[in-house]
């Protein structure tokens, strides 16, 4: 492979792979590895082509501050380009967004806004909305309006769809093309492409549940009732400027769970480490795949890396907490330990062990208190304050052991006591210790019970 003379030139030209393990009835089943993109997803494509149209037409240059309301990936594509190019960009984003997004974006040196992602379009707060509103109040500042900028479909017109025929043209062809809608950059560039240079390839879109988009395509009609969802970067709750929807003929509607199952599949079977919007559009494509009666050959995308969904989907405690990973239920408060003893899951401490020791590991696995474990038995809990009294004014007695800070007395509750008799315990401000005769089974904490009765409601 020839040496690239910058990060930018290794956008597009990404890798296709067929899938070999997952049941796509039928039909041959092949992945679009967006995630092979440096910036990790497709809106690299629509970043470089945004920045380098407008440079084009000479509405901004180096120096130059950028505005964006984005729900990741777009911020990361234009973060990119930005750096690269030295421009200053600030990014609008969810609330809901993932850690990582919003750490890489940072790292990137792109300002971040976050904002409220319970709220629609015409709301102030409403991501799009406060990012035009930043850029009007910014002087000299630049709106990039990847809803509203007919560039964005452009990328993908010229630059996404024939490369994908040219690709798929290896194998015999393309019969389906399985994509999701944030922007509808992808859709209404493809859509275009397609018509000129492949009308017989048909379009799918794969819509998380909550959006408005499945019923627009497959009943006619524009709902202005939105509900959410948590897969990020798909989905929406309007139809965008740039969206050109007249040639996609089906949508299915893909519930969060069924999403991020899928994506962890995907991962098992195939190898592949897509994230959130990966799963709804991989679980699309296999319907659509197993309702086929003829041999078809589809690509479905891998939009983006799952490495920014560490944290959440590929996290077996945050699928646990949301109710998207089921475990035995034992009719007890057994039900409410995130992290089961038994299971070698809780993050327990030495009683001979550094305070330092049981402080790092406190940071590490994010809890605000450890068991102390001698062997099998429960010997002491050591919280954050416990620490924090024992090494004030003495920062040297980090290096106590364990044993000279722990609380050795406690209070602990059987498994089979109603769940009514936590609410003491947590009301002293104390976290609950659950055993079965003398045997320690767990921890149980406020946000758990919390966790634990929000999954009851829903």
Known sequence: MAISQSVLDL?????????QHLDSGVCELYFKLESQNPGGSIKDRIGLRMIEAAEARGDIKPGDTLVEGTAGNTGLGLALVAQQKGYKLVLVVPDKMSREKIFNLKAMGAQVVLTRSDVAKGHPDYYQDLAERLARETPGAYFINQFGNPDNPAAHEQGTGPEILAQMAEVGGLDA?????????????????????????????????????TEYINEGTLSDKSASWMVEGI???????????????KAYAIPDKESFLTARMLLEKEGILGGSSTGTLLAAALKYCREQTTPKKVLVFVCDTGNKYLSKMYNDYWMVDNGFLEREQAGNLGDLILRPFLLRDTVVVGQGDLLVTAYQRMKLYDVSQLPVMQ???LVGIVDESDILMHVYGDEGRFRDPVATAMVSKLDKIDVSAPIESLL???????????????????????????????????
């Open 177 to 213: 093309i399985v994509f999701g809608c944030g922007s509808s950059g992808t859709m209404t560039g493809l859509s275009r492409c397609f018509a000129e240079q492949s009308p017989h390839t048909e379009l799918i879109l794969a819509d998380p549940v909550g959006s408005i988009l």
């Open 235 to 249: 989905g929406e709750d309007f139809l965008p400027g740039i969206s050109d929807f007249t040639r996609v003929k």
């Open 11 to 19: 956008i597009g030209n990404t890798p296709i792979v067929k899938a």
């Open 424 to 458: 003491p315990v947590f009301d002293r401000g104390h976290v609950a210790i659950i055993v079965d005769g003398e045997r320690f089974l767990g921890l149980i904490t406020r946000i758990d019970l919390l966790n634990y009765l929000r999954r009851r409601v829903e």
């Open 375 to 377: 062997d099998d038995e």
